[in-house]
């Protein structure tokens, strides 16, 4: 009789601590459940689907059974594949020097305007307004190849030949990043433009009395502080690049011969064109895997100042100690 | 104009700097690369709404016109009514309301649990959000169409609400504002033995109007103009979204009699008018949030 009270009154038994956990939580996890269902049900499952049926042969959509690597191996036979992978790299060059400059030059120079501040600034922003498939497809006619066209006239007007624009393989990709920072860079400015209106102005004016120029204020005050802005949004914009799809399914259709196909464009058309899900799911799990490691490999380089920050601290620590 | 330059005490150049006549030519230099940025930004847009008005000749005329001989309306009536437009107007709205609460309610019921009940285990889940963050969604889009099939909700507008209830940007958002609040807030709301549930609706969103705005915005938009899911579900032309029917337009427009692309020109232009006027209407919002987060989509 003892002993079983003393159980009953164990407050470190099993289905005590259950009983305790469940009741302190039970309503939270209420909570997260609606929110965590969608979530499961639009990004979680089909993620886990997709690196299933990247290893199944493959009926419809749905998996028949497993093939081992069968799908990565045609996939890495497709001559498609390998363009659809060296464009990338493509995309990414030109996106850094387009679409990752542009804005913080345009930012940094926003910043020291006081004249039409408000006028440019929303300007600027506009094209961010416009849904992407417009902007896509108003893109296209802009850039029609009909030397009658609007931009061929205007070549001609400055005695330049008439290009052949996205049915030109050298001109596509660089045209479709061109396309993508119109519409973008509006909303990458107003970022650098919070983070430049957050400097402190003391700094500069520290900078000034040190008799530092404009170019080293810049250097030395400038960059610093927008730093780590700089090196977020590129890593978000190397990461977008991964996912460029509407413009070449719309401009070009992935052509010339190739020339423009996306990684995600060309999982799209594996599955809904040559209605071949095995292979779409298995770009999709390479394209997932590159973007994982980028991650990674950003995350390991933006270490080191923590890293700072702690010795410091540490540093700190000992002398306060003393 | 001087005047303002003079009085310029802040940034990396000030009126110290624009004593020097050197400088004033930079400041000038930078103020017209600015106004050819603005130009760069408005033009397109410009040419599309003017040569929606031409017709499919002028187009492509030698020598070029800049405009068309008329600005008749009735090419606007005429491509209105020939693809009767209202409808997906009215479908599109439909699926952005929808959107727009499922994001808030959703996005914002998680966040709250992220940031202020924190029950047991939530650090897993957030874990899990946090990792499918950086992955598109594109790119389980063939499990995800099945899905919906298996489901039955093809053809139905409840997968383009309801995605956007799953959402780690807007998650994010919420997460980090609700951090700023103030913790007695929410200890207060517990003393009165005010449910979690009821905490939520009672103290956090009334607390929460700015952050809302943001996250309503930025999926009036994202939903206004989505595209690749609403039309792999939608396939019954009279509950298409407006881009959907552009793009069906744009993917089939030789089959269609007598539309040819100054007709999809002036579809453009209609689709682009309600974003400018929700542009005009929400401007200072729009931009300011913007800001507040850096939006890549």
């Given amino acids: ?322 | 104009m001087l005047k303002r330059l003079q009085s310029k005490s802040s940034g990396i150049l000030t009126a110290a700097d624009y004593k020097k006549v050197g400088f004033r030519i930079v400041y000038w230099v930078i103020l017209f690369i600015l106004l050819v940025a603005v130009l760069t930004a408005l033009i397109p847009v410009l040419w599309l709404f003017i040569s929606s008005f031409k017709d499919a000749s002028e187009l492509t005329s030698t020598p070029y016109h800049l405009f068309p001989e008329a600005f008749s309306l009735k090419k606007l009536a005429e491509v209105w009514n020939m693809l009767n437009f209202w409808q997906y107007f009215l479908n599109t709205i439909i699926v952005v309301v929808g959107a727009v609460l499922c994001s808030v309610v959703f996005n914002g019921l998680l966040a709250y649990v992220f940031a202020i009940v924190k029950p047991k285990g939530y650090k897993i889940f957030f874990g899990l959000v946090m990792a499918s963050y950086m992955i598109p969604a594109l790119m389980s889009i063939v499990p995800l169409y099945q899905q919906i099939i298996d489901f039955g909700l093809i053809n139905t507008y409840i997968p383009l609400w309801f995605m956007f209830g799953a959402n780690a940007y807007y998650l994010i958002m919420f997460k980090n504002y609700f951090e700023s609040l103030p913790k007695a807030l929410f200890e207060a709301a517990e003393m009165d033995k005010c449910g979690k549930f009821r905490a939520f609706f009672k103290v956090v969103i009334p607390m929460s109007r700015p952050i809302i705005g943001v996250v309503a915005i930025f999926t009036m938009t994202a939903a206004w103009s989505d595209f690749l899911l609403p039309y792999l579900v939608l396939n019954d032309d009279s509950m298409m979204t407006v881009m959907v029917k552009i793009y069906n337009i744009q993917s089939t427009m030789g089959s269609i009699d007598g539309f040819g692309p100054d007709k999809l020109l002036m579809i453009l232009t209609i689709s682009i008018l309600p974003q400018i006027v929700i542009f005009a209407l929400f401007q200072k919002q729009i931009t300011g949030s913007s800001a507040a987060g850096a939006v890549k989509e």
Avoid at chain 1, 28 to 36: A, H, N, R, S, V
Avoid at chain 1, 225 to 248: A, C, D, G, N, W
């Fill in chain 1, 1 to 322: 009789m003892k002993n079983t009270n003393k159980l009953l009154c164990d407050r470190s038994s099993v289905s005590y601590k259950a009983k305790r956990l469940f009741k302190r939580n039970w309503s939270g996890w209420l909570l997260m459940l609606p929110g965590l269902l969608l979530f499961l049900f639009f990004v979680w499952a089909p993620l886990a689907q997709n690196v299933v049926l990247s290893f199944s042969e493959t009926k419809g959509f749905e998996s028949v059974g497993f093939n081992n690597f069968e799908n990565y191996t045609r996939v890495f036979h497709d001559p498609l594949f390998t363009k659809a992978l060296l464009n990338t790299f493509k995309y990414i060059f030109w996106s850094i020097i387009i679409g990752f400059l542009v804005p913080i030059f345009l930012g940094l120079l926003l910043s020291e305007v006081v004249h039409l501040k408000s006028f440019i600034r929303l300007g600027i922003y506009f094209p961010s307004i416009v849904s992407g498939i417009a902007v896509v497809i108003m893109w296209s006619y802009l850039l029609d190849p009909n030397p009658g066209a609007v931009l061929n006239q205007l070549l001609s007007a400055l005695g330049i030949p008439a290009s052949q624009f996205l049915s030109n393989p050298k001109l596509t990709i660089p045209l479709i990043v061109v396309t993508m920072t119109w519409r973008g860079a509006g909303g990458t400015v107003l970022v650098y433009l919070s983070a430049l209106q957050n400097i402190d102005n003391s700094q500069y004016e520290a900078a000034r009395m040190d008799g530092a120029g404009a170019m080293s204020r810049i250097w030395h005050v400038t960059l610093p502080h927008i730093k780590p802005t700089i090196r977020m949004l590129f890593i978000l914009q190397i990461i977008s690049v991964f996912q460029v799809f509407y413009e070449p399914l719309v401009m070009t259709s992935g052509g010339p011969d190739g020339a423009s196909v996306s990684l995600l464009l060309l999982s799209y058309q594996y599955a809904f064109k040559s209605f071949d899900a095995g292979a779409s799911a298995a770009t999709g799990v390479i394209l997932a895997v590159i973007i994982i490691a980028l991650t990674i490999v950003y995350l390991r380089l933006s270490k080191p100042k923590k890293d700072k920050v702690a010795r410091k601290w540490r540093k700190y620590a000992q002398t306060s100690a003393k």
